[in-house]
Nanobody, 115 residues
Framework: QVRLVESGGGLVQAGGSLRLSCAASGSIFRFSVMGWYRQAPGKQRELVAAITSSGSTNYADSVKGRFTISRDNAKNTVYLQMNSLKPEHTAVYYC?????????WGQGTQVTVSS
């Protein structure tokens, strides 16, 4: 069983930065695709960024150049550095681990950006 624990969310003013972390238990982290998703009130959950086991990344168009995903396989942790935040980035951010056909999710961390 994989457990994902997110941290680093909070309240920040527009233009500020936050760094989210997601620590994974278990031994499959380094072989897995890791992703960050977000869900704003009244909206569907959407992919923000993902990183493969080899370090290839992809981003939602809306965050390219602003957010950076990275991983530390030695620490079983994935990060999301978020810069130049805007109020529209307000959402619950979820960590995701994909292994074969299985998805594991964290409990989510709230990010609120005030104008």
């Amino acid at each position: 069983q994989v457990r994902l624990v997110e941290s680093g969310g909070g309240l920040v003013q527009a233009g500020g930065s936050l760094r989210l972390s997601c620590a994974a238990s278990g031994s499959i982290f380094r072989f897995s695709v890791m992703g960050w998703y977000r869900q704003a009130p009244g909206k569907q959950r959407e992919l923000v960024a993902a990183i493969t086991s080899s370090g290839s990344t992809n981003y939602a168009d809306s965050v390219k150049g602003r957010f950076t995903i990275s991983r530390d396989n030695a620490k079983n942790t994935v990060y999301l550095q978020m810069n130049s935040l805007k109020p529209e980035h307000t959402a619950v951010y979820y960590c995701n681990l994909k292994w074969a056909t299985i998805d594991y999710w964290g409990q989510g961390t709230q990010v609120t950006v005030s104008s």
